[in-house]
Structure formats: C-alpha cells, structure tokens
C-alpha cells in the first residue's frame, strides 16, 4: 500500500516597492518611511537584490490609508500598529481606536457648529445685500430705519467720549 500526500502550495503575492506605490497612489519614499516607522513588513530581498514585500502589507496599507482619512497622525498610526503586535487580541487596539475616533468626533463637531455659524453668518450678508440700496452707503444715513439693525456690525455709533476733554 502506498501513500500519497496532497500537497498543495500556497502562493503568496509579492509585491515590488513600486507597484505598491502605484497600487496606493504615493511615492516609493512614502513606502519606504512607513517601512522605518515600522508600519510595513519588510520583504525578503529578490536574487536580484530587489526588496519584494509580502502580501500583508496591503492590508497595513489599506489599514494606514483608512485611519489617516479619519485624521490620525502617522505616529499615532504606528503607536496602534505597535499596539496590535504586544496584543494578538486586538482588544487594546480596538479600545484605543474607540478613543481616537471619539476625539476625532468631537473635533469635527467643533468645526461643524464653526462652519453652521459661519454659514448662518454668510445667508445673514446674503440677505441684508439684497435688501439694501447701496452697499458702501452702509453705515450712513439710512441706519436708523435699517431692518437689520439689531445684527448689524457696521451700525453708526456715537465716538465714545476721549477721556479728559
């Protein structure tokens, strides 16, 4: 009786600097510095001295792009990645995660109630523009009887007294 083993090869994908580069939209120098922060896995070296990079890093690439969209730094990136390699689980990173995005959260909503009253502000102009005769006759005479007196910062006020005169 004979026995025979399946062996079946499992290919992996290596990938050369610059298709990565091209793959990922950024320089070969981008690549390279990820690859100092400790972000990439670097490859084995090719018999012809080239560095070839394991599949994976796709994933780290997708994963660097992602987390860079929602605004986190590089070295903030490489602290997570760090993180992941002392904790197989995942579960500090996870929770680690779950605090940035907050901070981001509450970053961008700062900017949006910024961005509603500057929106509120520019529909404010918007209008009074519209209702007013002339603009650079604003402040002047017509003040008084303006509609949009209460708002306006460009009302004319009396000087305010100098002091000791």
């Known amino acids: 009786m004979k026995l025979t083993l399946n062996v079946t090869m499992q290919t992996t994908h290596e990938y050369r600097i610059g298709d990565l580069a091209r793959l990922f939209g950024v320089t070969v120098r981008t690549l390279r510095y990820y690859e100092e922060l400790g972000l990439l896995e670097p490859g084995e070296r090719s018999e012809s001295e080239h560095r070839r990079y394991p599949e994976k890093n796709i994933i780290y690439l997708r994963r660097i792009q992602q987390l860079k969209d929602y605004g986190l730094s590089l070295g903030e990136i490489g602290e ?15 929770r680690e995660l779950a605090v940035k995005y907050r901070e981001k959260l509450m970053e961008a909503q700062k ?9 509120a502000d520019l529909a404010w102009h918007i209008e009074q523009l519209e209702n007013v005769d002339d603009f650079f006759q604003c402040p002047g005479a017509s ?6 007196l209460d708002r306006c910062d460009m009302k004319l006020e009396p000087p305010a007294a100098k002091k000791g005169m």
């Open 80 to 94: 997570l990645f760090r993180l992941s390699r002392e904790d197989r689980s995942g579960e500090r990173v996870r």
């Open 111 to 119: 900017r949006k109630e910024s961005l509603d009253l500057y929106m």
């Open 143 to 148: 003040c008084p009887a303006c509609a949009f």
